[in-house]
């Protein structure tokens, strides 16, 4: 008996989480969403104490996070949030923005009718949060629009490793949202262009407009992170 191929789209799965993962899962959303600020000291048994585990957990949570680029660690000075530098930021966005656009070369000519009244919804929520200056509401529907796409691709090995990259652009997003307001918005405005590539189904013309962003983001947050420094 043949088995139906599954949508990639499909998010009905169950998954359950062991201690580890959910040591890792909580202390990563932490870093990326800023509630642990860049240089922040991580001290395993506190780790471990928030958790309610052993310091096995709490241990291999941090070195997973530091894998992730994520946590810096140093013999006898223990483990900080990694900071946010121009050098890793240039890293960072160069990797990510290879990997997403090859999904977007994969994924867009697959986009199916019921894709693309999604990717409308999303379109029209985007512009509802620009509108109403709902930074977000704005990057959450971004987000979700560039995630149907990157689904579509099927390509689950590419898929992980380009989130794992975004898990570490996204510090450098909000970095940029807490310095200056209305950030996300400005570039909110960008995104039209990838959307109406993806609603003709041409990979080449998002792929572009997903550079130009990334390019525009770039320069910025470069400037941005050398006028803190100095």
């Known amino acids: 008996m043949t088995r139906a191929a599954q949508d990639p789209l499909d998010t009905t799965r169950v998954e359950v989480q062991s201690v580890e993962e959910a040591v890792v899962n909580a202390l990563r959303d932490d870093i990326v969403q800023l509630r642990l600020t860049p240089g922040t000291r991580l001290r395993m048994a506190a780790i471990a104490d928030r958790a309610g585990v052993s310091l096995t957990p709490a241990r291999q949570a941090l070195r997973r996070l530091e894998a992730e680029g994520l946590v810096v660690s140093h013999p006898r000075l223990g483990s900080r ?8 930021g240039e890293v960072v966005m160069t990797v990510c ?12 000519p ?3 009718d019921e894709d693309l ?9 985007r512009e509802d949060a620009v509108r109403a200056a709902d930074e977000e509401g704005l990057v959450e529907s971004s987000f979700q629009l560039r995630d149907l796409v990157y689904r579509r691709a099927d390509r689950a090995h590419l898929y992980e490793e380009a989130m794992a990259w975004r898990r570490r652009q996204q510090r450098y997003l909000r970095y ?4 200056v307001t209305g950030s996300g918005i400005e570039f909110g405005r960008e995104f039209a262009a990838f959307t109406e590539a993806c609603l ?3 990979a ?11 390019r525009r983001f770039h320069e910025w947050l470069r400037g941005m992170l050398a006028t803190a420094h100095d």
């Not at 990997?99 to 070369?105: D, M, T």
């Not at 940029?176 to 310095?179: E, K, Y």
């Open 176 to 179: 940029a949202r807490h310095v």
């Open 97 to 108: 923005g290879a990997l997403e656009r090859r999904l977007i070369e994969i994924g867009v």
């Open 117 to 125: 009244d999604e990717i409308t919804r999303l379109s029209h929520a």
């Open 204 to 214: 080449e013309a998002a792929q572009t407009a997903l550079r130009h962003i990334e």
């Open 200 to 202: 003709a189904r041409d």
């Open 81 to 88: 949030v990694a900071p946010l530098t121009e050098e890793d």
């Open 110 to 112: 697959k986009l199916t």
